[in-house]
C-alpha cells in the first residue's frame, strides 16, 4: 500500500517537475519584449536620475514620469505627466509638464502655461519616451549564459554590458534618453558610454514588470572632465489591461504655439 502511494505522489509531482524546466534569458527576455511592445495599451511609471560630477561638485537631477499610450488601428494616443525638477539660482524647482497628443496635435502644459500644435508621429517620439526607447534591446548572445531566477511563475535576471558590447540598436536607445534627460552639454557633443547595468522582471504571464538600468557617460565640458551617471527604472503597470486617456484640459485652453523645458 505504501509503494502505491509513493507512485502516486510521485505523477502527482511528475507535471511540476517537467515545468521547472529552467528558460534563458535569452529566450525569456524575447518573449517578454515582444509581448509588452506589441500591447496596444501601455502605461509606465518611469523615475529617471541624473547626477553629474564634476572635479569635486556632483549634482543630481531626479525626474518622475506617468506615462500613457494607445496604439490602435495605427493612431497615437500619448499622455505623459512629468514631476521636473531643475536648479535656479541654486535652488530647486519644480514643475509638473504634461504631453497630451492626438489626432495629430500636441497639447503642452506647464503651470498655467498651455499650448498646442501640429506634429507627426515621428516627430513626437522625437522628444517623448515609447515603449521602444524604454524596452531596451539587449544583445541576445549576451543573455544566454545569464542566471534566471524564477518563483511563482515570475522570472528575473541581471547582467552587465561591457561599453565595448553596446550595439549599434542599443546605443541609438541610449543616445534617445540622453537626448530626453541629461543635464550636460559636452564640448563637441562628444562623449564615451561606461557599462550598462541592466535588471529585469516578468510578469507570471509573459509580460515585462520591471526594469531597471545605469549606464554612464564621459566627456569635457568646458574642457574639464565631466561624467553624467543616468539610472532609470519602470514599471509596466497591469499589462493587457485597457484604460481610459482623457485630455487633462479642455482644447480651448491651449494657445497656438509650443515650448521647451530642459
Known amino acids: 500500500m505504501k509503494k502505491i502511494l509513493i507512485i502516486f505522489l510521485i505523477l502527482l509531482m511528475l507535471p511540476g517537475l517537467v515545468s521547472c524546466k529552467k528558460v534563458g534569458a535569452d529566450s525569456l527576455y524575447s518573449e517578454i519584449a515582444k509581448n509588452t511592445l506589441a500591447l496596444e495599451y501601455i502605461k509606465f511609471n518611469l523615475s529617471v536620475k541624473s547626477t553629474v560630477t564634476s572635479e569635486n561638485s556632483t549634482l543630481t ?3 518622475d514620469s506617468e506615462i500613457k499610450i494607445i496604439n490602435q488601428d495605427g493612431k497615437i494616443t500619448y499622455l505623459s505627466t512629468s514631476a521636473l525638477r531643475f536648479m535656479i ?3 530647486m524647482a519644480r514643475v509638473t509638464l504634461q504631453h497630451y497628443y492626438k489626432d495629430g496635435i500636441l497639447y503642452q502644459s506647464a503651470g498655467d502655461v498651455k499650448m498646442k500644435h501640429e506634429l507627426s508621429a515621428e516627430k513626437l517620439w522625437e522628444g517623448n519616451n515609447n515603449a521602444e526607447t524604454l524596452i531596451l534591446k539587449l ?3 549576451l543573455l ?3 542566471k534566471v531566477e524564477t518563483k511563482k511563475k515570475v522570472s528575473s535576471f541581471e547582467l552587465t554590458v561591457s561599453s565595448k558590447n553596446i550595439t549599434d540598436d542599443l546605443k541609438e536607445q541610449l543616445d534617445q534618453i540622453i537626448n530626453l534627460y541629461s543635464e550636460v552639454k559636452y564640448d563637441g557633443g562628444n562623449y564615451t558610454y561606461g557599462d550598462l547595468d541592466v535588471a529585469v522582471k516578468s510578469t507570471n504571464d509573459g509580460f ?3 526594469c531597471t538600468a545605469l549606464f554612464t557617460t564621459t566627456g569635457t ?4 572632465e565631466t561624467t553624467e551617471t543616468i539610472s532609470f527604472a519602470y514599471e509596466v ?3 493587457g489591461n485597457y484604460f481610459a486617456l482623457d485630455a487633462p ?3 480651448s485652453e491651449y494657445e497656438e504655439g509650443e515650448f521647451t523645458v530642459k
Do not use: F, L
Not at 565640458?221 to 574639464?224: K, R
Open 139 to 141: 544583445p541576445s548572445e
Open 89 to 91: 539660482e541654486d535652488k
Open 144 to 146: 544566454t549564459d545569464v
Open 237 to 239: 503597470v497591469n499589462p
Open 208 to 210: 515585462i514588470s520591471t
Open 249 to 251: 484640459y479642455s482644447a
Open 61 to 63: 537631477i531626479p525626474t
Open 221 to 224: 565640458v568646458s574642457g574639464v
